[in-house]
């Protein structure tokens, strides 16, 4: 394992697999919920289970994945053998999701339901090890900053491609069925890009030091729990995903029911999205070098939470004014994201400096976990805003006309929802005691004093 100084190949190499989750994290949130009761006619409030619980399963799958990984010893290292397959085996799955076998009714949401869950266990066995690699790959934390930098530069490329363009697709390819078919084809492309790209990409990375892993869910949850930075950093970003995932959700909503343009408003909203996310990440390199990753992170939540609460008011603005207001909300996301992924690799650095022992697929593998719960949540809970308000269902393909409680219910969903879930936990950073300029002094600092307390 190197100090510090890994080639741009590799940089390059590893943050190609953010093709992967982008696409993966993004569409579904984004689809999935409208394509059920937009197109199955499937009613929201059980769109909504539809949505939460193949991906609330990884809770459970993806320690199991992060364990599995740790104990695989092979040529191609620990991780990339499960890079390769999984990738592989998600594309297809993904595509089987919007094969639509049955055209509406209970055997059309069931299908959908068993093949989503089939995927979100594929994916658990890509990214699992994929989050894994950075704590492996290099022992500088400010390597990390840089190896998550171009990893959230490429997974806001990845958001953008498949956020902006997938709904396009579906228009092209005459909306309804034929239209998600076409679309899930499309991403499942843009999948096993991404995982050739990481495959090849780190081949000649350095494999690191994998030791065995705790053999039980429960001996994890115990290693985890006596991390308390992890502890704290895991509970927030769990809640703040859910957040995110909210906005995701609404997206198609939003564009129909609010700014009433429902062809072009789910791309020119993930474009203004994630468009500017890709200029901002040099300045929130260095904002967090010079203020700290906790605190740039409550910073880019802040400025998330705020962007949303403004565009409450989006009925009464000029759609320019909306697409600006959104362009803020991403630049918040942007932030969020890079230090809240590059303060896990120093969690994990701070675990192994208090134990003696590396296990970076446990924290990891419970970190995709609670993600990939929050993400699953965010639709759960939009769903269930749509169902309390009155959404009405439709298996044309179309949105029906809506009542106007449901279109509060949407708007409301869309903005002040996520404030709340984005902003709130940042309290708990408070907990979060990583925080030197040189993350690695006081990781030993932190360990040291954690074992003078016992």
């Not at 699992?128 to 171009?150: G, K, S």
């Not at 029911?257 to 474009?271: K, M």
């Not at 400025?303 to 991403?330: E, H, N, R, T």
């Not at 918040?332 to 230090?339: E, I, K, L, N, R």
Request: contains cysteine; hydrophobic residues 55%; aromatic residues 8%.
């Amino acid at each position: 394992m190197t100090a510090s100084g890994l080639p741009r190949r590799v940089h390059l190499g590893y943050a190609s697999g953010s093709l992967v989750t982008g696409a993966f994290g993004t569409v579904p949130g984004l689809l999935l919920l409208p394509y059920l009761t937009d197109t199955l006619g499937v009613a929201a409030g059980l769109a909504a289970l539809l949505v939460l619980l193949p991906k609330a399963w990884d809770v459970l799958v993806n320690p199991v994945a992060g364990r599995i990984s740790d104990r695989t010893r092979s040529r191609w290292g620990a991780r990339r053998p499960w890079l390769l397959g999984g990738g592989l085996a998600l594309a297809a799955l993904f595509a089987s999701i919007f094969a639509a076998p049955f055209a509406r009714g209970p055997a059309a949401a069931a299908y959908v339901a068993l093949a989503f869950l089939a995927t979100a266990t594929a994916f658990a066995f890509f990214q699992v090890p994929y989050v894994a690699m950075p704590a492996e790959l290099t022992a500088d934390p400010a390597e990390r900053t840089r190896m998550m930098t171009w990893r959230i530069a490429v997974l806001a490329l990845a958001i953008l491609v498949s956020g902006a363009v997938a709904p396009a697709v579906v228009a092209a390819g005459g909306d309804g069925v034929p239209g998600h078919r076409w679309m899930g084809l499309f991403v499942a492309a843009l999948i096993v890009l991404g995982t050739l790209g990481v495959f090849l990409g780190t081949r000649t990375a350095p494999a690191g030091t994998v030791t065995e892993s705790e053999p039980s869910l429960r001996a994890q949850l115990a290693v985890a729990g006596r991390n308390r930075p992890f502890r704290v950093l895991l509970v927030c970003f769990v809640i703040q995903s859910a957040g995110v995932a909210t906005v995701l959700a609404g997206v198609k909503y939003f564009a129909d029911q609010v700014l009433r343009a429902p062809d072009s408003g789910p791309t020119l909203l993930f474009a203004c999205f994630v468009a500017p996310a890709l200029l901002v990440m040099p300045l929130w390199s260095r904002a967090g070098a010079r203020l700290g990753k906790r605190t740039s992170l409550v910073a880019a939540s802040l400025l998330f939470a705020a962007g949303a609460l403004a565009l409450v008011a989006a009925p009464a603005l000029p759609a320019a004014a909306v697409y600006a207001v959104v362009a803020l909300i991403g630049v918040g996301y942007a932030g969020q994201q890079v230090f809240a992924l590059s303060m896990l690799p120093d969690c994990i650095a701070h675990d192994t400096a208090r134990t003696g022992r590396r296990q970076a697929g446990v924290f990891t593998g419970l970190w995709t976990a609670g993600e990939t719960f929050g993400l699953a949540l965010g639709p759960g809970i939009y769903g269930l805003v749509l169902q309390l308000s009155g959404y009405v269902s439709s298996s044309t393909g179309s949105a029906a006309a809506q009542p106007a409680a449901a279109r509060l219910g949407v708007l409301l969903g869309f903005t002040v929802l996520p404030a709340l879930l984005v902003a709130a936990p940042v309290v708990l950073l408070r907990g979060y005691s990583l925080t030197s300029a040189h993350p690695a002094t006081t990781v030993t600092a932190a360990a040291r004093h954690e074992r003078n307390a016992r």
